[in-house]
């Protein structure tokens, strides 16, 4: 079959080595530069964790992707995925329905062993913490962070060694139609591509392409900020691991060092509506909530230079699942977006998820085909969830 993939993101690059492997005849089109710097993937890291409060769904998928990561490790020239842990950390106790007692008890449940933090444990175990700060939590050694741009790179790289047509600075304008079948596309250079299959896989920009879906996708932009704190040493894995702060309740989640001296610090919430083909800023008042979150948590970081900062965009459906499936009204078109703030981590399994469907399989039913109505049944039904993984 001969597939388009339109974006090399995560999912769309992971979706074009699976297809390729599978025996397509594979193009990859970006419309920037592969990996392109804006792209949602392309940020320096990205947490890897199995914690999704009582979400067995999530939880599941992550504990076939784990060892997958592991294997990739294996097959990289160097390990991208850094399997530090990760630390969950709550100001006042766990509690029952929340975010992080529900990761706690489901993980243990499945036989996960979790380590308990108290405010005296985690000082001893995590001393850049300011303990007194946080006097519940847990440690789960499963786990981490894998360098996100390098990891897209790394895949465009297999896919154009197995024999995958790269195409980068080719934005795609439009379908090529004939009734209700896509079959191929226009670039806005006006160069034609014909095609089996085409999978729509733009992130963020999924619906200048789709416009159909816009409501079931929007964008929202959240603001990362990277430190280079004087005294690296402090922030560096077994004693600085990446973590999760009052997520459920305050949305503040971090890195360790990235190994070149930076230490991200990122905030999970509501977010700044964006168009995705606008102008990106960080809001100014961030700059402050940031620098107060370092006050009450980590001191070594209050004095550390802010060196650079970012608006990423999530490309949130409204249930907070992702759509891989094929358009039912279009023959010939599947989409594979949605990552919804927490897609990347699912990289050694997209691949699988998406070919599937292209081939014409089943699509994973939380990640089958919405459309307005039937979607705020799935967000009744989903709401819990996303509650407990969201801060909105
Ligand atoms: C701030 C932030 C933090 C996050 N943290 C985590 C985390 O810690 N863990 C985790 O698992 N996930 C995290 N995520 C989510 C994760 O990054 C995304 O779910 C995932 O990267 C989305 O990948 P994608 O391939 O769908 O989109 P993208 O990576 O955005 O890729 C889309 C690609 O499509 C291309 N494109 C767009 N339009 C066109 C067109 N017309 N023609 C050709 N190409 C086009 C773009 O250039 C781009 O390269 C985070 C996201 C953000 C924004």
Redesign the pocket.
């Known amino acids: 079959m001969r597939v388009l993939v ?7 690059a992971a979706a074009a080595v699976e297809l390729r492997r599978r025996g397509h005849e594979v193009s990859l ?4 530069s592969a ?2 710097p ?6 320096i890291s ?3 964790r199995l914690d999704y409060a009582t979400d067995l769904f999530y939880t599941g998928l992550m504990e076939q992707a784990m060892p997958r990561w592991r294997q990739y490790n294996e097959r990289w020239d160097r390990p991208l995925f850094h399997e530090t842990g990760f630390v969950v950390l709550r100001s006042v106790a766990m509690e029952a329905g929340e975010f992080e007692h529900d990761s706690f008890t489901t993980l243990t449940a499945r036989g996960h062993e979790l380590e308990r933090l108290d405010a005296e444990s985690l000082g001893q175990r995590f001393p850049a913490w300011r303990a007194d700060a946080y006097c519940d939590g847990y440690y789960n050694p499963q786990g981490g962070w894998a360098e996100s741009a390098e990891v897209v790179a790394a895949l465009i790289a297999e896919g154009t060694e197995g024999g995958v047509r790269v195409q980068s600075d ?3 304008a439009s379908f090529i139609e004939k009734g209700s079948r896509v079959c191929g596309v226009q670039l806005a250079s006006g160069q034609r591509y014909e095609a089996d299959c085409v999978v729509v ?5 999924t619906c ?2 789709l416009p159909g879906l816009a409501s079931l996708l929007s964008v929202v932009g ?1 603001p ?1 900020v990277h430190f280079r704190p004087p005294e690296p040493g402090r922030f560096m894995p077994p004693d600085f691991v990446p973590w999760a702060a009052d997520i459920a309740a305050k949305g503040w989640y971090g890195f360790c060092d990235n190994g070149q001296g930076i230490v991200k610090v ?1 905030h999970h919430g509501p977010g700044v509506p964006c168009d995705a083909a606008g102008e990106r800023s960080v809001p100014e008042a961030f700059a402050a909530r940031v620098r107060d979150f370092t006050h009450r948590s980590l001191p070594a970081l209050v004095d550390a230079p802010i060196v650079a900062h970012r608006l ?4 949130d459906s409204a249930d907070g699942d992702f759509i891989i499936d094929r358009d039912p009204g279009r023959e010939g078109l599947v989409v594979a ?1 949605g ?7 699912f990289m050694p399994i997209l691949g699988d998820l998406i070919a599937d469907v292209v081939e014409g399989g089943e699509s994973l039913s939380r990640f089958a085909w919405r459309t307005e109505s039937n979607t705020q049944r799935l967000t009744d039904a989903a709401r819990c969830t996303r509650e407990s993984h969201r801060v909105d």
């Open positions: 339109i974006g090399a993101g995560v999912f769309g089109i970006d419309a920037g990996p392109h804006d792209a949602a993937s392309t940020d990205k947490v890897v080719s934005p795609v896989a733009c992130g963020a920009w200048k392409l959240q990362v990122a990423c965009l999530y490309c977006a990552g919804s703030g927490h897609g990347f981590k």
